[in-house]
């Protein structure tokens, strides 16, 4: 289990529990919710805010916002 | 007798429900404000049919209704107030057809208040061209409603979406979700405490006060058969609702649509690796920033120009057809000025627009937000208060204006508080006159000339003191709402011309009505106070001056020039200019400069014609100014008036004074109170007075 932040440049993950309440609902609202599929697309630079496609949904959110989701990593090699 | 109905257009942002109101409204429509806030409001009222009128309400763009924004708020305050005049009769959900798993939960819970909601699937055109088919039938079966396939961009689907409206008796109100699916217990307790109220819109209320954190509010109390679960609770069973419609919707679409993957275009990709690549990334937005800049500063000289002789033209025409007198003056001399000092600012705002919503429409100014959030968020800005305060370099009254975009209450309000500190382009005029004095025309090593050094000194410092002041005030205001930075990256479209010129219409329309007013009002007093004296003097300017000096060696010209400045001198401005000389002594101004003070609090670049009407050289040439200028004696030190001291005194109060009365009316529209402009008056022309007297105090 790792976290959205630690994701690098075109990796994907699936989504896990969304437990922190520091999470805002509004994130949720957009989809994204557990069992969904993240892919991180690009970090701005100065390394925030993150670019995802959360199941067809592009978003952007800050770091601290992501460090707050846990994922499980795609194997794709 | 024709009916009228109540229809309120709700959606997620980005959906393209602007564009679906200005198809079914046409121009028009009103826009406003809601009462207390200043979130704009935009309504029209349409014929239907031949006895059906509509009353269209374009509610706020939010993506559910669990608000967490003051403009979000308004959504959910008319959807949970039945005796609200605004309350609809039915309500339009406008989707993408794109995002739709994504709107359609905020349909689902509208749906669920028991209200007649007809689901409008916008971007149909784009169907074919993404391989998506949407069985509608089936659709309208599972979500016990009518869909309506239509296209804002083609301008299809619209009489049937009206018609739809018309019957919109024969829409069922069954929800789509039984709310009781959330927490069984829960909503059991609240059902039996409550029994004749709408189990759904109970809730909402209680998420509300939580999702607000308002303490003030009538929270719905405790009873024997209801115990009210805590905040962190309540955010719980939110999140689980969330889950729960998603799964409903998910199965739903799974039924409905399917979308042909292989038709994905890769052009989302394409365009972002080039506009948010953290090199070419900037260099395009500082490019583009550069056009917007140059195009406010320099296109909009030539309507700018315009519009000036025009209302100088008309004065004329008044002075000389009107019979002489009071009425004639305050039309000729206090109203065209006054209305032709609003309207000169529309190029300048409509330009600014036009690039705006151009940027807003194609879907970049997500992209400039993701790139400059980082840095703005250090100065207590969004990364979309980069616009405000590049376009303040051309004038800060269509830059305030430019915050409504930013969506966080706080750093909009930063960012509006600090852009008069950017150079605007009413300052030049003051600046190039008092350098070209004071500042040797020379070169530093040979290349680079002093004058022009000190002209990019002075704008550097005005954006750096904005950066600098955004950063303490993030620090000092305290907001009620929370909020977070979840921004959708929206697909690249085209822009629609259509919205693209309502947006430049419906901008300048509420300038020049909303702040024109004040702006009109104030430069009527300053007039006013500019041509009438309370003395003797004042009444008899023309003989004190004709006994005082040779007629025979004076032109017509010079005499009037002599007499203007001699009543300039005498009128109640000009005793209030002597009066304050104390205050400015130790500037080291003299009184003179004083009234030029005043007087520019009309607009900046006034300091330069008043002075020419005080030193009475009957021409506003430059030249003519600056070598009476240099002559000017400094009244208690001696030696001449305008040194390195006082000139580097003067640049620095004008480069932080608030002297623009356009700017505060402007700021007392979009922040909807006196106290910001009155904050900005005080603190910033405070700063300005302490920042010129130790600079002269020092150089002197």
Redesign the interface.
């Given at each position: 289990m790792t976290t959205i932040a630690n994701l690098k440049k075109g990796q994907k993950a699936i989504i896990g529990e969304m437990n922190s309440r520091e999470i805002p609902l509004k994130l949720l609202e957009m989809g994204c919710l557990p069992g969904n599929q993240v892919e991180l697309i690009q970090i701005a630079p100065f390394k925030d805010p993150l670019y995802l496609n959360i199941n067809e949904t592009f978003l952007s959110i800050r770091m601290e916002t992501a460090r707050l989701i846990q994922v499980e990593l795609i194997d794709d090699e | 007798m024709s009916k009228q109905i109540n229809v309120a257009l709700i959606g997620n942002p980005n959906t393209g429900k602007t564009s679906v109101f200005n198809n079914l409204t046409g121009l028009n429509q009103q826009v406003g404000n809601y009462p207390g806030i200043t979130v704009e409001k935009k309504e029209a009222i349409i014929k239907l049919s031949r006895n059906l009128k509509a009353h269209i309400l374009d509610l706020p763009g939010t993506?559910?209704l669990?608000a967490?924004s003051i403009d979000e708020n308004v959504v959910i305050e008319l959807l949970l107030n039945k005796k609200d005049k605004d309350y609809p009769d039915v309500v339009v959900v406008v989707s993408d057809i794109?995002?739709l798993?994504?709107n359609l939960?905020l349909f689902t819970q509208i749906k669920d208040l028991g209200l007649p909601t007809i689901l409008a699937i916008n971007m149909a055109d784009r169907m074919d061209r993404k391989g998506i088919q949407l069985d509608i039938d089936l659709l309208e079966e599972r979500l016990h409603t009518k869909v309506n396939l239509i296209s804002a961009r083609k301008n299809k689907g619209f009489d049937e979406l009206k018609q739809s409206i018309i019957d919109y008796q024969k829409i069922s109100l069954e929800p789509c979700l039984e709310a009781s699916v959330i927490d069984k217990a829960y909503f059991e307790s609240l059902q039996k405490a409550y029994p004749n109220q709408d189990l759904y819109k109970l809730w909402l209320v209680i998420t509300q006060d939580v999702?607000f954190g308002k303490t003030n509010r009538n929270r719905i109390p405790a009873t024997s058969e209801f115990k009210p679960k805590s905040d962190?609770e309540i955010?719980?069973l939110?999140?689980k609702e969330?889950?729960k419609r998603?799964q409903f919707i998910n199965a739903t679409l799974k039924e409905t649509l399917t979308k042909d993957l292989a038709l994905a275009t890769g052009l989302?990709?394409k365009i972002?690796r080039l506009l948010?690549h953290?090199v070419w990334?900037?260099v395009i937005f500082l490019a583009i920033l550069f056009l917007i800049f140059q195009t406010i500063y320099d296109w909009s000289t030539y309507p700018m120009d315009f519009i000036d002789e025009s209302f100088l033209y008309l004065s004329e025409f008044v002075k000389q057809y009107f019979p002489p007198g009071m009425l004639s003056d305050l039309i000729s001399e206090g109203i065209i000025p006054g209305v032709g000092g609003i309207v000169i600012f529309v190029p300048q705002i409509a330009f600014l627009f036009l690039f705006i919503s151009i940027l807003e429409e194609t879907g970049y100014m997500?992209r400039v937000?993701?790139?400059m959030?980082?840095?703005m968020r250090k100065f207590g800005m969004s990364g979309k208060s980069v616009v405000p305060l590049v376009s303040g370099t051309a004038c800060a009254i269509p830059a305030v204006m430019a915050a409504r975009n930013i969506e966080s209450w706080k750093e909009r309000l930063v960012t509006i508080l600090v852009v008069p500190f950017t150079t605007c382009s009413a300052r030049l005029p003051v600046y190039l006159i008092i350098i070209s004095l004071v500042i040797p025309d020379e070169r530093w090593l040979g290349l680079f000339n002093y004058q022009g050094i000190t002209l990019m000194l002075l704008y550097l410092l005005g954006f750096g003191t904005a950066v600098a002041f955004g950063w303490l005030a993030s620090k000092l205001l305290e907001v009620d709402f929370k909020t977070?930075?979840?921004?959708?990256?929206?697909?690249y479209k085209l822009p629609i011309f259509k919205n693209v010129v309502y947006t430049v219409i419906e901008k300048t329309k509420s300038f020049v009505f909303g702040a024109g007013k004040i702006i009109l009002a104030i430069s009527i007093i300053l007039w006013v106070l500019a041509s009438y004296g309370p003395t003797e003097e004042f009444r008899n300017a023309e003989e004190v001056v004709k006994s005082s000096v040779d007629l025979s060696t004076m032109t017509e010209d010079e005499l009037e020039a002599k007499i203007s400045s001699y009543k300039l001198k005498h009128s109640f401005i000009g005793y209030a200019g002597r009066a304050i000389e104390p205050a400015f002594t130790p500037l080291g101004y003299d009184w003179k400069i004083g009234i030029a003070i005043l007087t520019s609090f009309a607009a900046r670049e006034v300091f330069v014609g008043t002075l020419a009407t005080i030193y009475s050289v009957g021409s506003d040439d430059e030249q003519t100014i600056k070598s009476r200028m240099a002559g000017e004696v400094n009244p208690i030190l001696g030696g001449p008036l305008f040194t390195f001291a006082s000139g580097v005194s003067l640049l620095l109060f004008y480069a932080f004074a608030m002297q623009c009365m356009s700017t505060l009316a402007i700021v007392r529209k979009e922040t909807g109170t006196w106290k910001w402009p009155l904050i900005q008056l005080f603190g910033m022309s405070g700063f300005a007075y302490v920042v010129a007297l130790i600079s002269f105090q020092i150089l002197k």
């Open positions: - | 993506y559910s669990n967490t794109e995002n798993k994504r939960l999702n962190s955010k719980r939110q999140q969330t889950i998603y989302r990709a972002d948010i953290k990334g900037y997500s937000v993701f790139l959030d980082r840095i977070y930075f979840v921004v959708e990256m929206p697909d």
